[in-house]
């Protein structure tokens, strides 16, 4: 049985915008290799033109292919403002939305800082 994992995102406005990874016999009848349902949009996501049922397969005009990938190229963004590949019954669109800064999404790893050098 497939593992399936449910990331959520918030912002200081409590939108709310959560999606869950589809399995693997789903994606392949989109014709897609990774992808995860939009299962709640609310607020700025919401506003943007997310749909529950929509499958986001990209972010930032790359194509997602892991849920790691997916956490990394999110919180890469860090004014909030990310552009969602989002399939659609059988149509493409691209969503652009702002959530603001958010915080630490919900289970998604949050990346270390990165090399910081402190001087004495």
Partial sequence: MEQLR?????????????????????LQSLGLTYGLAVVQATGAAERAGLRVGDVVYGVNRTRVLSFEEFSRLVVQRADGRIGLLVRRGKTDLYVAVDLGRPGPPEGLPWPPPRGTLLST
Avoid at 8 to 24: I, K, N, V
């Fill in 6 to 26: 449910l990331v959520t995102l918030e912002d200081a406005d409590a939108s709310r915008f959560a999606l869950r990874e589809l399995p693997g016999k789903v």
